[in-house]
């Protein structure tokens, strides 16, 4: 039972490059998210998405784009990395979303951005 | 005001101790209540899912919910060092907005001395 999966588990990058943080699960929930994690701040939201090809805004959408061509893949890209995106990240899928369902998260990723 | 609050702690008891973890949220219109273990360096683990009101029992842990009072607790009996991480309390279930939306606290952090 693999779950979720996400790599890099670790990735230190410059500021103003493109980085791709990538998401597999293998439950075939209809719903995955992309949380990042900051002392002070908690668990935040930044892109969900309810099925393929149906994404939307979280709380801290902004430098921040998704894609999910496939159920079980769901993408976070930072277009042009900046410091203030130094977070650890999580992806999460759940299989109904908040109307009753649970929400299982990954591992994670620790993004450094110097 | 935010949606869910959370002690951060840290919460420090010696082992074998009964371990009290407390979450009070705003919105009476959760449904699905949640709590997660979360060790360092790792992703959120679901320990506990009760809908609606009342208790729920796992091996060690108990789960209470209290939507009157909108207070909701997890209990921990016989502590154990293993025991020792920081613990989610999340919701959702908002049944007229946010079907997507899951609402964490930020955590309490607990250390079971042996």
């Known amino acids: 039972d693999a779950g979720i999966t996400q790599s890099p588990r670790y990735k230190i990058t410059e500021t103003g490059r493109q980085v791709t943080l990538m998401c597999h699960q293998t439950?075939?929930?209809?719903?995955m998210f992309w949380y990042r994690q900051d002392l002070g701040h908690g668990l935040r939201l930044i892109y969900y998405s309810a099925a393929a090809d149906i994404t939307d805004k979280g709380e801290v959408p902004d430098g921040y784009v998704v894609s999910r061509s496939k159920t079980e893949n769901f993408p976070l890209t930072l277009e042009s990395a900046t410091r203030s995106q130094t977070s650890v990240y999580f992806c999460?899928?759940?299989?109904?979303?908040?109307?009753?369902?649970?929400?299982?998260f990954g591992e994670g990723s620790w993004l450094t951005v110097v | 005001q935010k949606e869910v609050e959370q002690d951060p702690g840290p919460l420090s008891v010696p082992e074998g101790a009964i371990v009290s973890l407390n979450c009070t949220y705003s919105n009476s219109a959760f449904q699905y209540f949640m709590w997660y273990r979360q060790y360092s360096r790792k992703g959120p683990e679901l320990l506990m899912y009760t809908y609606s009101s009342g208790n729920k029992e796992d091996g060690r842990f108990t789960a209470q919910v209290d939507k009157s009072s909108k207070y909701i607790s997890l209990f921990i009996r016989d502590s154990q060092p293993s025991d020792s991480a920081t613990y989610l309390c999340?919701?959702?279930?908002?049944?007229?907005?946010?079907?997507?939306?899951?609402?964490f606290g930020s955590g309490t952090k607990l250390n079971v001395k042996p």
């Open positions: 999460a899928s759940s299989l109904q979303g908040a109307r009753g369902n649970t929400i299982y």
């Open positions: 439950w075939s929930h209809s719903y």
């Open positions: 999340a919701m959702s279930g908002n049944p007229t907005r946010d079907f997507n939306k899951f609402y």
